[in-house]
Every structure is written in structure tokens, then in C-alpha cells.
């Protein structure tokens, strides 16, 4: 009985293996071997495929009998009645195989081994396989646009951060680093791309098939989620041997490639200089695709990109469009070292690289346009959009544990808004404290915890070690609220929730206390910095007379800030009399820590309002677009009552007067507003004075589309209005101007210009136009697959559409899962996006419903978005309740 219950053990030991999502330590890859034949014309059955093979070079580092690796959708041609064949590099012999099979829960093919592989010796495994380049955005597929009305297809690869598998059988964790070396066999005529430069180019005939050859360069040891390959009719934009964009033969000679071939240059240089290290690679690739899922992508040495985020038209494009070019070509490119050169062991510190990145980011475009003060819009882009999902209940840390990501859907769910931007905010606010003087390397610093900074004389700068401090804010969730009394002197902290009344079931071991750095002014001048080292402390800032505190200088830190209700009194009559005596950063903090402050019950919700008060006078970007961001929830929550006429008669007074300023200095929109933000600014005028009513703004924008209507080879809209104007003309508009701009986007000739009218489409009040333009989004032909749920977001961001969009969802949900779940963020962006208004019980009766009825088909990177949709709601229906009539009663009084 004993020994068959130790032989009961042992055949169980190995299942273990093969049923945990992680590989076992036992091998490490060295290198592979890989060549790949994609066909880019369809084959008997339809389908569009590639072959290939493979072989891995792996050492053995623990005694083991069974081999994992990573393999998926992959069919492998058996050899010798096994799927592999295993050989050994030296001279003893590899054990035989008993078996192979796939796995296809956990993604593996299981190799079970009449023997074992040795400690210390090398093996080398081959494979060959047939896969099916599908058109699903994942590991090596195919995508397809129109050129001079021919068709064309492309293959192209998105490797992260699980799909390598689906390429070729590997081991397919960021730590299990490797050279590649890779062959593509491809149509004549198309060039190749891949990770190294190209050392091989030969044209043959395969198979009666004529082929050409090429053979690229072994790359760096890298992870296998940073491989790339893309092989497609072009010829590339060249700036230098070393750096060159590839795109759409069309795109490359109409120019629309010349403004990132001139900025990367400049951003690697930077980074070059950031980083003390020259880029490790012989070459630079970028490349923008038709059909790509997410922004862009670190592959070493090939970055990807949507064509919407790499094309520029100085003709057609905005100044937002160029922005978000240089961002995120700064953004990727800030990979090349941190991410790719050093990489995370596992998926659970995604936060460490992405949010480097996207801190660092700004500052390398910043560099390339120093004109552009991009280094302030971080406070929008990042913090304040990291504070929304950071104050709730069902938030995360930065940080968490290994075990608890472990499947493909957790890994993809990590890449969020908590990663990219609450981690850019941390690191921002490190960054500060630290000072330039003994600033360096910021994330060394967060792995050094027994880091302490000092300045040039020996003396201590902070309370405790970087690690000490760091950990408070990587380790838990959420983030505190920061209040002084002005009275008493007395500052406090406590951990910030939009709904004080939720359970935070996550347990702390810091029970929810930070150290947190505190810079402040007083009537506007700059005092000493403090620390707030626990709860509560007795400081030296207080008021006499009409002084006034302001926290937080320029949003440094990853806080919210609350005051006594004298001191709010008085940054109000600040504000008042002459805003300006106010750091533009902080007069766009004021405005939204009041509105979350309301929100949360810590202030009167009317105090809120009284922080938009000095707009009428206001002409500066940052503080309107964060007054519109607020009211924005505001016009969610009660566009379907009686308080919005009152609300959109307030706005209309506030609006009126930037309206006015901007049609001064452009001499009646003739001209551009100089400053970079004022152009953003100026977009805010026109589109909030059309959805109010000013007088003249539907009919200037209806004017403008018109006059397109009539000649429509030549559009008059200036490129940074075109999205307001679109949108403005079709709501105000029926049939034929939907029609219209459904027209154009068929023959726009830039993907930014595409993104422009497919938002307007959404714009329209036609119920029946809406519920035709949602049947697109199942139809790649005529809305991409990349684009389908940024499409339905925006319908249900119309109040005509938003019951639309979510009977569209919960009726079509299994497809949308199936057809869009590999982005990482294009599933929980779709959740939270159209459940944005839900304030009813109804509402939330059916997203519970939603939630139990497709528990079978899953909510892959969408899970976290669900619950936490599920709690906004709860918290929006309790808030509307306890506050309607306060904020119906204020803005009546302040709209008259």
C-alpha cells in the first residue's frame, strides 16, 4: 500500500508542471533558429498561412525528464511519430522521447523523455510547423489595405506579450532571454523586415515557387515578446543607414513618414544623453501598419505603430496628431534601453517600464520640440487621469505579486492605466524630490532601497531611504488626500476615495499612510518644503489676514489637496481678482481636486462650482481643459434632466468670452493661435460654444462644412478644428452630411484624417444612422478590427447612442470577445467607456445581469473594468441623489 501510494505521487508530480501558466526553471534558451513563409495569397480552403521551422538551443540547469515550451495554434509536422525532434550538443547522446502532445489550456507542447537531460549540458530542439496568418491582430498575422485600388496584404507581427507561441514554439517569458536568428522566405517584390539588419538577400525558386530570401543579423539577447517581423510592399523613408521609417508605398512618397524620420534622430540622441549608454542596436526601424492593435510596440529595433501615430501631414494633421506622434515615438523609443537592453523578470512590475517610458517620454518629445511646454501636459494626459481610477475601491497597486499573474488574460490586464500613468506620476514625483543635484538613474533608484540622497555637502535631503518612501506608493493602492487647516498649523493625510462609503477589501501594510513630499506657496511665494511622515502633523503654515496656502506646487506629487474652508475662501477671491498670481498648473489642480473633494463629500459640491467662477477671465489651456474634464461627469450624470438646460446656459456665459478671444487674435479664424497650448485652447472655444449655443458657432462650423460639401477635393477646415467641425455638422445636420463624411472617410488619405471623421460619424442624433453605423464595427471591411471598439465608445459618448451601444455590446458580447480580446486595453476601454453615465439602478441591475450571463465566455483584460464599472455606478447613483438639487439650484443663480 505504500508503494503504490508513492507511485500515485510521482505520476501526479509531473501534471503540476504542465497545468501551472509558468515554466519551470530547469531549462534556459541560448538561442534560435527560426525561418518562416508566410504566404500573403489565399490557399485552396481560403485561408491565408505560413510554414516554418525552428530550433532552440536550451541548457539544461536542473535534471528534468519533461521539457515545456510555449506553443500555440500552432499545427507541428510529426517526425519519427513525435512532434519534435531533440538532439544533444556534445557528445553524449539526448534521451529519447516518449511522447509529445499540446497542451492547450496552459499553451504548451509537453515533451515527456525516456530519460533525463543532464545539468550543465546544452540540447537543441527542432520543430516544424504550419500556421494560419489570420487577420486577429496576434503573434504573426496578416493585414490589408487598398493601394492605386489593388489590393494588398501584409505580414506582421505583435509577439507581446504572449503571442510569440503562436509564431513558433519558444519559451515564452520576459526572462528567458535569447539571440534570435531569423530567415524569411517572401514573395518577390515585398521587402522584409525584422529585429536585425538585413546581412542576406537572395532570389531562388522553393518549391516551384519564386522566392527571395533574406537572412538578418542575430539580434541581442532579448525576450521573445520583442521579436518582430513584417514583410510588405515598400521602400523606406531613410534619414541615415542606422534610422529608417517604412510605411504604405503610398504614405512614404507623399511624405507622410519626413516629420518622424526628423524626430527620432533627436529623441535618441537625448536618450543617448538620459541614459549614459549609446543605443545597443545597428540600426533603427519604425514602421507604421494598417492594422494594429495597440498605439505602438518596443520591438527591438523594429518598432510598430499605427499609421495614425507615426504619419504627419502638416496639411491634413493636427497639432494634437503631431504631439501624439512625438510622444509616442519618445515613448517607445525610451524602451530600446529600459524594457529592452533591461527587461522585467515577470509581468507583475509591468508599472517599472511603462510608466518610465511614459514619463520619460515627455521629456525626450520635449527635447525635440522645446517650444511645446509638453513637460506641463503630463498633469492631463497622466496624473490627473491616474487619479480617477486610483480613487477607487476596486483599484490595484503598482506592484504585485508574482503568483497573482500568471495567465495571459492577467498579464494583458496589468497594462493599464495604473501601469502607464499612476506609474509616470510616481516616478515624476520621485524625480522632483530628488532634485537635480543628486538626481540620477530614477528607477536604480527605486531597485536600491537602501538608496539615501545627499547633496554635494554631505547632508541628508531626505526623512529615510528612496526604497523606504517609494515603498508606501508602490506597495498599496490609492493614494491620499493632503489637508491643512490654516488655522491651527495642523496637516493630515488620509487614503482618498471617490466614494467614502466603499469597502476597500485589499489589506495594507502600511494602512493606507504615505510619505509624502509637500511643496507649497504662501499669497504666492515659495516656502520651505515639508515631509508628511504619518497621519497627522503640526507645521508652521498658517494665516493671518487674506494670506492664503496652496499645496502641492505644480503638481509634483501623486496627492490631492483639501483646505480649512477660510483658506478655500481666499484662493477663491485669488483666483478672482487675478488668477494669474496662481501657477497655471495649480489653477488646473484647484479646479479638479475641488470637483473629486465634492465628489467624495469632503467639500460642498457648491464650493466645487465656485472654482470655475474665474474662467470667464481665463485664456490658458490647463485649467479650462481641467474644468471641462469635470464638468464633463456633470453633464453624464444629468444630460437627461432638468439641471442641464441650466448647466449649458452656464457654460455658454463662461465660454463666450474665450470664444471671443480666440476670434480676435486669429481675426476671425482666419489665422492660427501661436502657442501650442493656445491651439488646444482655441479647439475648446469653438467645440464648447457650439454644444452651448453661442451665437454664430453652428452656423460658422455648418458654413465651413459646406463649402467641403461643394468642393470636397478641397477641404477649408484648418486640420486642428477639423474634429469639432465634423462632429458640430453632422449633430446639427441628417442624412446627407453623414453620408458625406462616411464618403471622405473611404477616401481619406491618412489615418489621423480617418480617425477625425470616424468620431463625427458618432456624433449624429439620428437613432437609425447610429444603430447602422454599430452593425459596421462587425464588418472589418468597413471598420477595422484595430478601430471597432473606439468606434462604439464614442457612440455611446452620444446621448442618443448610449442605449444603443449597450444593447450593441450585451447582444454581441461572445463576438466581441472572441474577435477584439487580445488588446490589452481595447476590451476594459470598451467596458468602462460606455458604462460612463450609468447612474441607475436600472442601469446597474443590468450590468450586474451582464456580468452573471456571460461568466462562460469571460471579460479577459476587461475583468478589472467590469467591477470597477459596477462600482462607479453605485456611486454615481448615490451622488446624483444626494446632490441634484444643489447643483440645480447653483447653476440656475449663476446662469442668469
Given at each position: 500500500?505504500?508503494?503504490?501510494?508513492?507511485?500515485?505521487?510521482?505520476?501526479?508530480?509531473?501534471?503540476?508542471?504542465?497545468?501551472?501558466?509558468?515554466?519551470?526553471?530547469?531549462?534556459?534558451?541560448?538561442?534560435?533558429?527560426?525561418?518562416?513563409?508566410?504566404?500573403?495569397?489565399?490557399?485552396?480552403?481560403?485561408?491565408?498561412?505560413?510554414?516554418?521551422?525552428?530550433?532552440?538551443?536550451?541548457?539544461?540547469?536542473?535534471?528534468?525528464?519533461?521539457?515545456?515550451?510555449?506553443?500555440?495554434?500552432?499545427?507541428?509536422?510529426?517526425?519519427?511519430?513525435?512532434?519534435?525532434?531533440?538532439?544533444?550538443?556534445?557528445?553524449?547522446?539526448?534521451?529519447?522521447?516518449?511522447?509529445?502532445?499540446?497542451?492547450?489550456?496552459?499553451?504548451?507542447?509537453?515533451?515527456?523523455?525516456?530519460?533525463?537531460?543532464?545539468?550543465?549540458?546544452?540540447?537543441?530542439?527542432?520543430?516544424?510547423?504550419i500556421g494560419e496568418l489570420a487577420d486577429d491582430l496576434?503573434?504573426?498575422?496578416?493585414?490589408?489595405?487598398?493601394?492605386?485600388?489593388?489590393?494588398?496584404?501584409?505580414?506582421?507581427?505583435?509577439?507581446?506579450?504572449?503571442?510569440?507561441?503562436?509564431?513558433?514554439?519558444?519559451?515564452?517569458?520576459?526572462?528567458?532571454?535569447?539571440?534570435?536568428?531569423?530567415?524569411?522566405?517572401?514573395?518577390?517584390?515585398?521587402?522584409?523586415?525584422?529585429?536585425?539588419?538585413?546581412?542576406?538577400?537572395?532570389?531562388?525558386?522553393?518549391?516551384?515557387?519564386?522566392?527571395?530570401?533574406?537572412?538578418?543579423?542575430?539580434?541581442?539577447?532579448?525576450?521573445?515578446?520583442?521579436?518582430?517581423?513584417?514583410?510588405?510592399?515598400?521602400?523606406?523613408?531613410?534619414?541615415?543607414?542606422?534610422?529608417?521609417?517604412?510605411?504604405?508605398?503610398?504614405?512614404?512618397?507623399?511624405?507622410?513618414?519626413?516629420?518622424?524620420?526628423?524626430?527620432?534622430?533627436?529623441?535618441?540622441?537625448?536618450?543617448?544623453?538620459?541614459?549614459?549608454?549609446?543605443?545597443?542596436?545597428?540600426?533603427?526601424?519604425?514602421?507604421?501598419?494598417?492594422?494594429?492593435?495597440?498605439?505602438?510596440?518596443?520591438?527591438?529595433?523594429?518598432?510598430?505603430?499605427?499609421?495614425?501615430?507615426?504619419?504627419?501631414?502638416?496639411?491634413?494633421?493636427?497639432?494634437?496628431?503631431?504631439?501624439?506622434?512625438?510622444?509616442?515615438?519618445?515613448?517607445?523609443?525610451?524602451?530600446?534601453?529600459?524594457?529592452?537592453?533591461?527587461?522585467?523578470?515577470?509581468?507583475?512590475?509591468?508599472?517599472?517600464?511603462?510608466?518610465?517610458?511614459?514619463?520619460?517620454?515627455?521629456?525626450?518629445?520635449?527635447?525635440?520640440?522645446?517650444?511645446?511646454?509638453?513637460?506641463?501636459?503630463?498633469?492631463?494626459?497622466?496624473?490627473?487621469?491616474?487619479?480617477?481610477?486610483?480613487?477607487?475601491?476596486?483599484?490595484?497597486?503598482?506592484?504585485?505579486?508574482?503568483?497573482?499573474?500568471?495567465?495571459?488574460?492577467?498579464?494583458?490586464?496589468?497594462?493599464?492605466?495604473?501601469?502607464?500613468?499612476?506609474?509616470?506620476?510616481?516616478?515624476?514625483?520621485?524625480?522632483?524630490?530628488?532634485?537635480?543635484?543628486?538626481?540620477?538613474?530614477?528607477?536604480?533608484?527605486?531597485?536600491?532601497?537602501?538608496?539615501?540622497?545627499?547633496?554635494?555637502?554631505?547632508?541628508?535631503?531626505?526623512?529615510?531611504?528612496?526604497?523606504?518612501?517609494?515603498?508606501?506608493?508602490?506597495?498599496?493602492?490609492?493614494?491620499?488626500?493632503?489637508?491643512?487647516?490654516?488655522?491651527?498649523?495642523?496637516?493630515?493625510?488620509?487614503?482618498?476615495?471617490?466614494?467614502?462609503?466603499?469597502?476597500?477589501?485589499?489589506?495594507?501594510?502600511?494602512?493606507?499612510?504615505?510619505?509624502?513630499?509637500?511643496?507649497?506657496?504662501?499669497?504666492?511665494?515659495?516656502?520651505?518644503?515639508?515631509?508628511?511622515?504619518?497621519?497627522?502633523?503640526?507645521?508652521?503654515?498658517?494665516?493671518?489676514?487674506?494670506?492664503?496656502?496652496?499645496?502641492?506646487?505644480?503638481?509634483?506629487?501623486?496627492?490631492?489637496?483639501?483646505?480649512?474652508?477660510?483658506?478655500?475662501?481666499?484662493?477663491?477671491?485669488?483666483?478672482?481678482?487675478?488668477?494669474?498670481?496662481?501657477?497655471?498648473?495649480?489653477?488646473?489642480?484647484?479646479?479638479?481636486?475641488?470637483?473629486?473633494?465634492?465628489?467624495?463629500?469632503?467639500?460642498?459640491?457648491?464650493?466645487?462650482?465656485?472654482?470655475?467662477?474665474?474662467?470667464?477671465?481665463?485664456?490658458?489651456?490647463?485649467?479650462?481643459?481641467?474644468?471641462?474634464?469635470?464638468?464633463?461627469?456633470?453633464?453624464?450624470?444629468?444630460?437627461?434632466?432638468?439641471?442641464?438646460?441650466?448647466?449649458?446656459?452656464?457654460?455658454?456665459?463662461?465660454?463666450?468670452?474665450?470664444?471671443?478671444?480666440f476670434r480676435n487674435i486669429t481675426t476671425d479664424w482666419?489665422?492660427?493661435?501661436?502657442?501650442?497650448?493656445?491651439?488646444?485652447?482655441?479647439?475648446?472655444?469653438?467645440?464648447?460654444?457650439?454644444?452651448?449655443?453661442?451665437?454664430?458657432?453652428?452656423?460658422?462650423?455648418?458654413?465651413?462644412?459646406?463649402?467641403?460639401?461643394?468642393?470636397?477635393?478641397?477641404?477649408?477646415?484648418?486640420?486642428?478644428?477639423?474634429?469639432?467641425?465634423?462632429?458640430?455638422?453632422?449633430?446639427?445636420?441628417?442624412?446627407?452630411?453623414?453620408?458625406?463624411?462616411?464618403?471622405?472617410?473611404?477616401?481619406?488619405?491618412?489615418?489621423?484624417?480617418?480617425?477625425?471623421?470616424?468620431?463625427?460619424?458618432?456624433?449624429?442624433?439620428?437613432?437609425?444612422?447610429?444603430?447602422?453605423?454599430?452593425?459596421?464595427?462587425?464588418?472589418?471591411?468597413?471598420?477595422?478590427?484595430?478601430?471597432?471598439?473606439?468606434?462604439?465608445?464614442?457612440?455611446?459618448?452620444?446621448?442618443?447612442?448610449?442605449?444603443?451601444?449597450?444593447?450593441?455590446?450585451?447582444?454581441?458580447?461572445?463576438?466581441?470577445?472572441?474577435?477584439?480580446?487580445?488588446?490589452?486595453?481595447?476590451?476594459?476601454?470598451?467596458?468602462?467607456?460606455?458604462?460612463?453615465?450609468?447612474?441607475?439602478?436600472?442601469?446597474?441591475?443590468?450590468?450586474?445581469?451582464?456580468?452573471?450571463?456571460?461568466?462562460?465566455?469571460?471579460?479577459?483584460?476587461?475583468?478589472?473594468?467590469?467591477?470597477?464599472?459596477?462600482?462607479?455606478?453605485?456611486?454615481?447613483?448615490?451622488?446624483?441623489?444626494?446632490n441634484q438639487r444643489e447643483i440645480r439650484d447653483w447653476?440656475?443663480?449663476?446662469?442668469?
Amino acid at each position: 500500500a505504500v508503494q503504490l501510494r508513492f507511485k500515485a505521487v510521482q505520476t501526479q508530480t509531473p501534471a503540476a508542471l504542465w497545468e501551472n501558466y509558468r515554466l519551470p526553471d530547469n531549462l534556459l534558451p541560448d538561442v534560435y533558429y527560426v525561418t518562416l513563409w508566410p504566404r500573403l495569397q489565399q490557399d485552396d480552403r481560403g485561408l491565408y498561412i505560413f510554414t516554418g521551422n525552428s530550433s532552440v538551443v536550451f541548457r539544461c540547469v536542473k535534471e528534468t525528464d519533461l521539457i515545456l515550451i510555449h506553443s500555440n495554434k500552432l499545427n507541428l509536422t510529426t517526425a519519427g511519430g513525435h512532434l519534435v525532434r531533440l538532439t544533444a550538443i556534445s557528445d553524449a547522446p539526448a534521451p529519447a522521447i516518449s511522447s509529445t502532445r499540446m497542451e492547450v489550456t496552459t499553451q504548451y507542447l509537453v515533451i515527456q523523455l525516456n530519460g533525463k537531460l543532464k545539468a550543465g549540458r546544452s540540447y537543441e530542439l527542432f520543430t516544424e510547423f504550419i500556421g494560419e496568418l489570420a487577420d486577429d491582430l496576434a503573434g504573426f498575422y496578416r493585414s490589408e489595405y487598398f493601394e492605386d485600388g489593388v489590393r494588398k496584404v501584409v505580414a506582421t507581427s505583435q509577439m507581446h506579450p504572449t503571442h510569440a507561441r503562436k509564431t513558433f514554439p519558444c519559451f515564452d517569458e520576459p526572462a528567458m532571454k535569447a539571440v534570435f536568428h531569423i530567415t524569411v522566405l517572401h514573395e518577390r517584390g515585398t521587402v522584409a523586415l525584422s529585429n536585425g539588419i538585413e546581412i542576406e538577400t537572395l532570389n531562388t525558386t522553393v518549391d516551384g515557387t519564386a522566392v527571395t530570401i533574406t537572412r538578418f543579423e542575430p539580434t541581442q539577447r532579448m525576450s521573445s515578446y520583442l521579436l518582430a517581423l513584417v514583410i510588405m510592399f515598400t521602400v523606406p523613408t531613410v534619414f541615415a543607414v542606422q534610422i529608417r521609417i517604412w510605411a504604405r508605398r503610398k504614405a512614404v512618397t507623399d511624405g507622410h513618414c519626413a516629420y518622424a524620420l526628423n524626430l527620432t534622430g533627436r529623441i535618441l540622441q537625448f536618450f543617448e544623453d538620459y541614459y549614459k549608454f549609446p543605443y545597443p542596436l545597428s540600426k533603427s526601424d519604425q514602421i507604421a501598419l494598417p492594422d494594429f492593435y495597440f498605439g505602438a510596440m518596443e520591438n527591438w529595433g523594429l518598432v510598430t505603430y499605427r499609421e495614425t501615430n507615426l504619419f504627419y501631414d502638416p496639411l491634413i494633421s493636427s497639432n494634437a496628431n503631431k504631439e501624439k506622434t512625438a510622444t509616442i515615438i519618445a515613448h517607445e523609443l525610451a524602451h530600446m534601453w529600459f524594457g529592452n537592453l533591461v527587461t522585467l523578470k515577470w509581468w507583475n512590475e509591468v508599472w517599472l517600464i511603462e510608466g518610465f517610458a511614459t514619463y520619460v517620454s515627455f521629456l525626450g518629445a520635449d527635447y525635440a520640440e522645446p517650444t511645446w511646454n509638453l513637460k506641463d501636459l503630463i498633469i492631463l494626459d497622466n496624473l490627473h487621469k491616474a487619479f480617477a481610477v486610483d480613487a477607487l475601491a476596486s483599484s490595484r497597486p503598482l506592484s504585485s505579486k508574482e503568483e497573482d499573474i500568471t495567465r495571459p488574460e492577467q498579464i494583458s490586464e496589468v497594462f493599464d492605466t495604473i501601469s502607464y500613468s499612476k506609474g509616470a506620476s510616481v516616478l515624476r514625483m520621485l524625480s522632483d524630490f530628488l532634485t537635480e543635484v543628486i538626481k540620477c538613474y530614477h528607477v536604480k533608484l527605486m531597485l536600491c532601497g537602501h538608496f539615501q540622497a545627499v547633496d554635494t555637502n554631505g547632508t541628508v535631503l531626505l526623512p529615510m531611504t528612496v526604497g523606504e518612501i517609494m515603498d508606501r506608493w508602490v506597495l498599496q493602492m490609492g493614494f491620499p488626500v493632503v489637508t491643512i487647516n490654516t488655522v491651527t498649523g495642523q496637516l493630515s493625510q488620509k487614503h482618498f476615495l471617490l466614494d467614502p462609503e466603499s469597502l476597500v477589501d485589499a489589506p495594507s501594510q502600511f494602512d493606507y499612510e504615505w510619505i509624502v513630499p509637500v511643496n507649497w506657496m504662501k499669497s504666492g511665494v515659495e516656502q520651505t518644503p515639508v515631509w508628511l511622515l504619518e497621519r497627522t502633523f503640526h507645521s508652521e503654515m498658517k494665516t493671518v489676514g487674506e494670506d492664503w496656502v496652496l499645496l502641492n506646487l505644480n503638481l509634483t506629487g501623486h496627492y490631492r489637496v483639501n483646505y480649512n474652508v477660510e483658506n478655500w475662501e481666499r484662493i477663491l477671491n485669488q483666483l478672482n481678482s487675478n488668477h494669474q498670481a496662481v501657477p497655471v498648473i495649480n489653477r488646473a489642480q484647484i479646479v479638479d481636486d475641488a470637483f473629486n473633494l465634492g465628489r467624495a463629500k469632503l467639500i460642498p459640491v457648491s464650493l466645487a462650482l465656485n472654482t470655475t467662477k474665474f474662467l470667464a477671465k481665463e485664456t490658458a489651456y490647463l485649467p479650462w481643459q481641467s474644468a471641462l474634464n469635470n464638468l464633463d461627469y456633470f453633464c453624464l450624470m444629468f444630460d437627461q434632466t432638468l439641471v442641464y438646460e441650466s448647466m449649458q446656459a452656464y457654460l455658454r456665459k463662461q465660454i463666450t468670452p474665450l470664444f471671443e478671444h480666440f476670434r480676435n487674435i486669429t481675426t476671425d479664424w482666419t489665422e492660427v493661435p501661436d502657442g501650442h497650448t493656445d491651439q488646444y485652447n482655441q479647439v475648446n472655444a469653438i467645440r464648447v460654444a457650439c454644444s452651448t449655443g453661442v451665437d454664430g458657432c453652428q452656423n460658422l462650423t455648418a458654413e465651413w462644412f459646406t463649402q467641403w460639401m461643394q468642393h470636397p477635393e478641397q477641404n477649408p477646415i484648418h486640420p486642428n478644428l477639423r474634429s469639432t467641425v465634423y462632429c458640430s455638422a453632422v449633430a446639427a445636420g441628417g442624412a446627407k452630411e453623414w453620408d458625406f463624411a462616411w464618403e471622405m472617410l473611404q477616401t481619406a488619405s491618412i489615418a489621423s484624417e480617418a480617425d477625425k471623421l470616424m468620431s463625427a460619424l458618432a456624433c449624429t442624433k439620428d437613432t437609425g444612422l447610429l444603430e447602422r453605423y454599430l452593425t459596421f464595427t462587425l464588418d472589418p471591411m468597413k471598420i477595422r478590427k484595430q478601430d471597432a471598439t473606439s468606434v462604439i465608445v464614442q457612440i455611446a459618448g452620444n446621448v442618443e447612442g448610449r442605449s444603443l451601444a449597450w444593447n450593441f455590446i450585451t447582444l454581441n458580447w461572445r463576438y466581441i470577445f472572441t474577435e477584439y480580446g487580445v488588446g490589452s486595453f481595447s476590451l476594459s476601454k470598451l467596458i468602462s467607456g460606455v458604462t460612463r453615465a450609468f447612474s441607475t439602478q436600472c442601469q446597474l441591475d443590468q450590468l450586474l445581469q451582464f456580468k452573471e450571463q456571460n461568466a462562460d465566455v469571460g471579460f479577459g483584460s476587461a475583468s478589472s473594468a467590469l467591477d470597477q464599472a459596477i462600482e462607479k455606478t453605485r456611486a454615481n447613483m448615490k451622488w446624483v441623489s444626494e446632490n441634484q438639487r444643489e447643483i440645480r439650484d447653483w447653476f440656475r443663480a449663476e446662469a442668469a
